[in-house]
């Protein structure tokens, strides 16, 4: 009963006792059986005097019969022949349900855990078309979880869960359809896969780190080679510039103080330092030939 009801339901009360001489008998008052009606009156709008919140839907039957659905505000039924039989919250719902060592298509036992959200779309077809919706939404909910499981590969389980999702929520809401139920969306929670495979596609993934670094460095040889030969070519077309890079070489690993370095003879005849030195004494001279030739 709620409050607005149970306050008219009071205020007839009193009303009859006091007309009936309950309150004050010796005042002179009118007998009891001026009361009665205000007690049957009491008596029918508890029974028959009705509110529904807004987020309520009231199923109301006549004999047996659909009367229809009532709600949301106030609303009046007859006793006795009048009778509710469903009242349907349409608020968002969550029904949390899981499917335990599920098989996926390779044949990996998985547990995983999902919430489903819903609400009642259909009043009428929620109270009238299925004992229990709330059970039925989560046995539909538990089998379309196998199913999906069942059809899906373990690493499209685990990478692409967004599209497992939309799955399952379009599975459920076709099932769920006729019974006025909408399904507005299902989440994955968890995956858990066993141990024993978990330490299996850790060692695998850390082989394809590996696998990619290797081919990263196996790049980077191929393009350190390739240049290696552009200067190859560089250098054989002009001989000075290797020997002017052989020196510089040498001076970079002779700078530190305290280091000594032992080159082969035949190297450094190769190197041909002298002739290195002559041209860069004559390159060094050029400016001061062509100054004096200015002045």
């Known amino acids: 009963m709620n409050s607005i009801t149970l306050m008219l339901v009071v205020v007839l009360c009193v009303c009859g006792a006091a007309v009936g001489g309950l309150v004050a008998p010796g005042d002179g008052a009118l007998p009891a059986l001026y009361a009665a009606p205000f007690f049957v009156a009491a008596l029918l709008v508890g029974l028959s005097l009705k509110m529904a919140n807004t987020w309520q839907k009231f199923v109301v039957l006549r004999a047996g019969k659909l009367q229809g659905v009532r709600g949301p505000g106030m609303f009046f039924i007859i006793p006795v022949i009048d009778h509710v039989v469903a009242v349907i919250d349409e608020r968002i719902q969550t029904t949390a349900f899981n499917a335990e060592q599920a098989l996926t298509r390779d ?156 080159i082969p003879t035949s190297m450094v005849d190769s190197m041909n330092p002298a002739a290195a030195i002559m041209l860069a004494g004559l390159a060094a001279q050029k400016p001061t030939d062509a100054t004096l030739r200015a002045a």
Do not use: C
């Not at 060692?203 to 780190?209: F, L, P, S, V, Y």
């Not at 560089?234 to 000594?260: C, D, W």
């Open 107 to 262: 044949t990996v036992p998985v547990n995983v855990d999902a919430v489903i959200f819903w609400h009642v779309a259909d009043a009428e077809s929620a109270a009238l078309k299925i004992t229990d919706y709330r059970m039925a939404i989560d046995r539909v909910a538990q089998t379309s979880l196998r199913e999906m499981i069942g059809a899906s590969m373990l690493a499209a389980l685990l990478s692409n869960r967004q599209a497992a999702d939309e799955q399952l929520r379009v599975e459920i809401g076709a099932k769920t359809a006729a019974w006025g139920v909408s399904v507005t969306s299902v989440e994955i929670r968890d995956v858990a896969i066993p141990v024993a495979l978990q330490d299996a596609m850790s060692r695998q993934a850390q082989a394809e780190r590996e696998k990619q670094a290797r081919i990263i460095l196996g790049s980077a040889e191929a393009e350190v080679a390739s240049r290696f030969v552009d200067a190859a070519k560089a250098y054989a077309e002009y001989p000075i510039a290797l020997q002017l890079r052989a020196m510089n070489i040498i001076y970079e690993t002779t700078k530190e103080r305290g280091s000594t370095i032992l």
